[in-house]
């Protein structure tokens, strides 16, 4: 609203000093650069992040292969716990289990593995994501989570450009008061002496 603002500087004045004239050229560059440089930057680096986690959710889905694992009992010591104490609601949602299944290659493989089935007796059945190796590894992310961590992104990056211009523009601003008072100062050191006398033209 400022930088809108001081677009009103413009109309004819009289009094208008030449700092009035530069914050009205600053103001009306900062409201150009927010309704123009901001969005396009923001549409940039949400586009660039959009293409980078896309690539990044195709490899996922290419290198990573649901399996079915089955328990073979509770993890052993505080691990079973998730570390700390959680809340009872984590708890019941996700238990740490030992378990067993056959990666891609068709070995063998187990370890622990962190489950949210309903059930994680010994016995019981679940799905988990391995890579080309059989490792167990975490789900491949989703096509929308990418998309919303993108625009994210370019919605940051647009109001830290936004931010960065508001900030150029106050900074300006308050060097041109600056200089106002100083000019001030200067002619009222000069005509201070003199002020109020016959003949001084005040």
Request: charged content about 25%; some cysteine; hydrophobic content about 45%.
């Amino acid at each position: 609203m400022r930088a809108i603002t001081g677009i009103w500087r413009w109309r004819h004045n009289p009094l208008c000093r030449a700092t009035d004239l530069l914050e009205a050229w600053a103001a009306l560059t900062a409201a150009l650069l927010l309704t123009v440089a901001a969005p396009a930057v923001g549409w940039l680096c949400g586009a660039l992040a959009d293409d980078a986690l896309g690539e990044s959710v195709r490899a996922q889905r290419a290198e990573r292969h649901v399996t079915t694992a089955r328990v073979l009992g509770a993890a052993p010591g505080p691990e079973n716990s998730l570390g700390g104490d959680p809340d009872p609601a984590e708890r019941r949602g996700r238990r740490l289990v030992v378990a067993e299944w056959t990666g891609v290659d068709g070995g063998r493989r187990s370890g622990m593995v962190v489950t949210s089935a309903r059930t994680a007796d010994p016995g019981d059945a679940f799905r988990i994501w391995t890579d080309d190796r059989g490792n167990h590894v975490n789900r491949p992310m989703e096509p929308g989570t990418a998309r919303a961590h993108a625009a994210l992104a370019g919605l940051t990056a647009a109001a830290a450009t936004a931010g960065v211009v508001e900030a150029g523009r106050r900074l300006f601003v308050r060097r041109l008061i600056q200089r106002r008072y100083t000019r001030l100062d200067r002619a009222w050191a000069k005509a201070g002496p003199d002020w109020g006398r016959t003949g001084t033209g005040s």
